[in-house]
């Protein structure tokens, strides 16, 4: 029986810069992911002046068998991308907190467009763009497009519910009921 999902652990590398405006001190930048990796929580990896580069997060990297058009839509790109989703948060020290790591652009687009999280694109590495082309070669299905026909009986020569049902003649079923006809003996 095949898999329903596939998990892979994935440490998402974000990159601090000082910011250029002084309405923002620093600049926060997804910039890498490292496939397999083990727990981290803002372990420093690289420091050049003021840049620093943090393993700051491992979070899952879930694949579904029923989202296969979605990561084959994410393929087709020119450079195939995961979505970092992360927040701010007061919890964490540098007030950005990663949520969720994606390769699905349909998923990504949901995060971005409740305007509470901040979504960045990383580069698949190889390796992971080789993990879901295998899982997409296993898992996915092309639905059958169905057109859909007309109901080809008639239902003009049928004249129930027209008018309205106050109105006794025939003639004109259209038109209002007068208050003389409405009146109840």
């Known amino acids: 029986m095949k898999?329903?999902?596939?998990?892979l652990p994935l440490g998402i590398v974000l990159r601090k810069s000082p910011g250029v405006t002084r309405w923002a001190k620093w600049v926060w930048r997804a910039v890498a992911v490292l496939p397999g990796a083990g727990p981290?929580?803002?372990?420093?990896?690289?420091?050049?002046?003021?840049?620093?580069?943090?393993?700051?997060?491992?979070?899952?990297?879930?694949?579904?068998r029923t989202d296969t058009e979605a990561y084959l839509t994410e393929l087709s790109t020119k450079t195939p991308s995961i979505y970092v989703v992360m927040r701010e948060s007061a919890e964490v020290e540098s007030g950005l907190e990663v949520v969720l790591a994606t390769a699905s652009?349909?998923?990504?687009?949901?995060?971005?467009?409740?305007?509470?999280?901040?979504?960045?694109?990383?580069?698949?590495?190889?390796?992971?763009?080789?993990?879901?082309?295998?899982?997409?070669?296993?898992?996915?299905?092309?639905?059958?497009?169905?057109?859909?026909?007309?109901?080809?009986?008639h239902v003009d020569q049928k004249e129930d519910g027209i008018g309205d049902a106050r109105i006794r003649q025939v003639a004109d079923v259209y038109r209002a009921p007068s208050a003389k006809s409405e009146t109840i003996h």
Request: glycine share 6%; aromatic share 8%.
């Open 105 to 153: 652009p349909f998923d990504g687009q949901d995060y971005a467009d409740n305007g509470e999280d901040i979504v960045e694109l990383v580069p698949m590495t190889p390796a992971l763009i080789a993990l879901v082309r295998g899982w997409i070669d296993e898992h996915h299905q092309e639905e059958e497009f169905i057109k859909r026909r007309r109901n080809k009986s």
């Open 40 to 64: 981290a929580n803002w372990r420093e990896l690289r420091c050049e002046g003021e840049t620093v580069e943090y393993h700051a997060a491992t979070v899952p990297l879930e694949l579904y």
């Open 3 to 7: 898999e329903k999902s596939l998990s």
